[in-house]
């Protein structure tokens, strides 16, 4: 850095907001502030984090919970000798670079492969120069020719070792440059500076590896040298590869047998595809995956008998499709404690009779079906004595999307198994990749019912990431953090009673992706739930008299049956009729009606000269006929001037204008005891200034309700979110410094990993209600809401 500074382009850094961490050189502060760069007081703000260690606590935290590029200084010095930003990536300090502490020096190349070679290096975290010093780790010429004599001092060493070889132990074995290799005598020390021959097409393919090994790249040596000799054996490097490559052939063989496996547990028959046989046990313990008799070897001579298919109804009945839980008598247990047992019944009835089936309270010898989540309970233990079927709500629910009777065929469908000790998965943070919609919702579930806790995101703090198939970011980070990557088996197979599989993370059959059915249970673990099934119902013929649908009316008769009149929506309905000043326009919400009563009122609205308010910030009129906790009412009681019932509304369609609000206040008496606090002093309060004026509020990412919903929560009480976690030291610098705004943490039970510092050293941390009841009654409360 003893070179003039270069002369930075005008507001060349204008968009970055830079946070250093560590010592960073004088001359790149200098270089970033001539460029109108901004230095932020923590990293939370920042655009860019500037460090040369990639290992200190600050920088992970900024890429792992913030997500900001992190850059060496040198990327300030070479974007102002470019001229332009270069991209971040080619500047990560951190050691997981292709090429992290390689200083290549590159000799006797051509201009063109220098350029290529000289930004393929920096790019991936090498460094690169011309000069060969100390600091070189590695040498890259093209060719050997000339190499000796160029070498400075300190590679002397290496021609006296190899003359040495030559002249002593010619025939002890090979010599390469930069490892001499010399028998019976132990091996000297390796020189300095490895010689690698290394043209530009070798290094373009090691891009998306890890650093490969160096000796196939030495470059190649005249004749005295002596070769190996044919008989020679592989060096451990190049057996350790082939042990690689021969797991990774018998890692592809069992997942092909898996899959077919797998393909044979599908259901065959029309009416109730059948899971299929169950496969042969699983090897015993002690066995490895690589074990497995290979597909082309023949099979033992006795094979066990087929397992009869499995129904769902008897084939010969002709199962209507409005009634195909035809035959199906229910039992219920073990739901919902919230749920007395009148409203269970009387909800499950009122959804099974619908479909043909019926409900049996008293869990009679008539029931065929008990509806249970788990498998302590003594009804399912009888159910299992008397071959019922056991089932779970979500196996009803999926019946009743698909209108006809299926076996279960997802682990979810089956009583969950827990251990004596309590839910085995308390101690796992588990995140998912590749799942969407219902099938990530399914393992949201499946985790909640193990113990676990679920992230939407992966930071270090998770123990496992249950992949579809093995690519995306969060399985590369996964790797990088190593992190257990498994399938959906892994928690099906815990649920259904494998706890085997909790120290089975890394065993074959749980790190095989991309499968047909990921929730496919593992037919042993369940075979004594599809007994029952492999006993198909029966079903009278007064019975399926009894079931009486409508017919279909012919083509040419008319029907007397009126169309269902169409729910206009709120975009349909007609624009006011008449045309207020901004000021007397009042602009109105409706929160906690159906929605045909809201129609209705928006039209006495539009007739009235009213507007519907576009978002709460907007908000003059709040109309509710009690207090609630929706989105619509914590956040407009933050802003709106009234809150008021609807009787408002239709005096004012009755009088044809708006009139005072004052007699049509809301008042709920119940809920401002519940919640202890009146509405009419939150108004007040809220109207004399915003409750988190000056605040700022980091959420973390798994918070229920939404972070979305929080965060437009907080906006309308005058607060401001931030979107990066805050450093501990900056949180002590905002609440020693009465001039900074105060930094709340608001957090819920499934991210309190990413809180740990804050409890280590006595930072409080609230949950959700700290905000949500603190809106509704216009107060700050540090101590009821806080983690201990």
């Known amino acids: 850095m003893s070179d003039p500074a270069p002369k930075v382009p005008d507001e060349m850094f204008r968009e970055v907001k830079y946070y250093a961490v560590g010592d960073i050189d004088p001359q790149v502060i200098q270089l970033l502030k001539a460029g109108k760069a901004k230095e932020v007081s923590y990293n939370a703000l920042a655009s860019h984090i500037i460090s040369e260690d990639g290992d200190n606590p600050e920088v992970g935290e900024a890429r792992e919970v913030f997500d900001l590029p992190v850059v060496k200084p040198s990327w300030v010095i070479l974007s102002v000798q470019c001229g332009a930003l270069l991209p971040v990536n080619g500047f990560s300090p951190e050691s997981c670079q292709l090429f992290f502490g390689v200083t290549a020096c590159l000799s006797q190349v051509s201009s063109e492969d220098r350029s290529a070679l000289w930004a393929l290096l920096t790019f991936y975290g090498g460094t690169c120069q011309l000069h060969l010093n100390k600091k070189c780790t590695h040498l890259v010429v093209p060719e050997p020719k000339g190499i000796l004599q160029s070498l400075s001092a300190p590679t002397k060493t290496l021609e006296q070792q190899v003359t040495h070889s030559q002249q002593g132990h010619a025939s002890a074995g090979a010599v390469l440059f930069g490892h001499v290799k010399v028998a019976p005598e132990p091996p000297p020390p390796p020189p300095p500076h490895p010689v690698l021959h290394l043209p530009p097409q070798q290094i373009l393919q090691l891009q998306p590896q890890p650093q490969m090994p160096q000796q196939p790249y030495a470059p190649p040596q005249p004749h005295p040298f002596p070769q190996p000799p044919p008989h020679r054996p592989q060096p451990p490097l190049q057996q350790q590869q082939l042990q690689q490559h021969l797991q990774h052939l018998q890692q592809q063989q069992l997942a092909q047998l898996q899959r077919l496996h797998l393909q044979q547990q599908h259901m065959h028959a029309p009416a109730a595809p059948p899971l299929g046989q169950p496969p042969q046990p699983p090897p015993p313990p002690h066995q490895t995956p690589h074990q497995l008799q290979p597909q ?137 990749t590749g799942f969407v919609d219902s099938d990530r919702d399914d393992l949201k579930l499946m985790a909640y019912l193990a113990g676990a806790k679920y992230t ?282 009465k001039s900074l705004s105060e930094i709340i943490l608001i957090s819920c039970e499934n991210d309190l990993h990413l809180c740990r510092e804050y409890f280590a050293r006595g930072i409080d941390v609230h949950n959700a209600e700290f905000v949500l009841t603190g809106v509704l009654t216009q107060t700050l409360d540090y101590e009821s809401y806080k983690f201990n």
């Open 456 to 737: 939407g995101y992966l930071c270090r703090s998770n123990t496992v990431l249950i992949c579809k198939e093995p690519t995306g970011l969060k399985y590369e980070k996964a790797k990088e953090w190593r992190v257990p990557c498994v399938n959906a088996q892994w928690l099906g197979d815990i649920l259904l009673g494998n706890f085997e599989a909790l120290r089975q993370l890394h065993y074959g059959r749980y790190t095989t992706f991309n499968l047909q059915e990921p929730f496919a249970p593992t037919p042993h673990l369940v075979l004594n739930l599809l007994d029952a099934w492999r006993v198909p119902l029966k079903v009278s013929a007064e019975l399926l008299m009894g079931v009486r649908l409508p017919p279909k009316p012919k083509q040419n008769e008319v029907t007397n049956v009126q169309p269902s009149s169409k729910r206009a929506r709120i975009e349909d309905l007609p624009p006011p009729t008449k045309k207020l000043t901004p000021e007397l326009t009042p602009f109105v919400l409706f929160t906690g009606f159906e929605p045909v009563q809201v129609q209705q009122y928006i039209k006495k609205l539009y007739i009235l000269g009213g507007e519907v308010a576009e978002s709460a910030q907007k908000c003059t009129h709040l109309i509710a006929s009690k207090v609630t906790r929706t989105v619509k009412f914590l956040t407009a009681i933050s802003v709106v001037k009234h809150i008021v019932t609807p009787d408002w509304l239709e005096e004012c369609f009755k009088c044809q204008a708006f009139i005072d609000e004052q007699n049509y206040l809301l008042r709920d008496a119940e809920a401002e005891v519940l919640f202890s606090f009146s509405l009419e002093e939150s108004l007040k309060r809220a109207h004399a200034a915003p409750l988190f004026k000056a605040k700022y509020f980091y959420i973390t990412p798994g918070i229920c309700p939404s972070l979305s919903t929080m965060k437009a929560i907080v906006e309308c009480a005058g607060g401001r979110v931030l979107s990066k976690q805050p450093s501990f030291r900056k949180l002590v610098e905002h609440k020693q410094n």
């Open 296 to 432: 082309h070897q023949p099979q033992p001579q006795h094979q066990p008998q087929p397992q009869p298919q499995l129904f769902g109804h008897d084939p010969a009945a002709e199962i209507p499709e409005d009634g195909f839980l035809l035959g199906c008598v229910f039992a219920v247990a073990d739901y919902p404690e919230h749920m007395s047992d009148k409203q269970l019944l009387a909800t499950w009835k009122r959804i099974i009779q619908a479909h043909g089936g019926a409900v049996d309270p008293t869990f009679s010898s008539r029931c065929t079906h008990l509806l249970c989540e788990s498998q302590v309970s003594g009804m399912y233990a009888q159910a299992i004595r008397e071959r019922k079927r056991c089932v779970t709500a979500h196996w009803l629910n999926t019946v009743l999307k698909k209108r006809k009777m299926v076996p279960p065929h997802r682990a979810l469908h089956f009583p969950v198994a827990f251990p004596p000790g309590g839910k085995p998965c308390s101690q796992h943070i588990i995140s998912v």
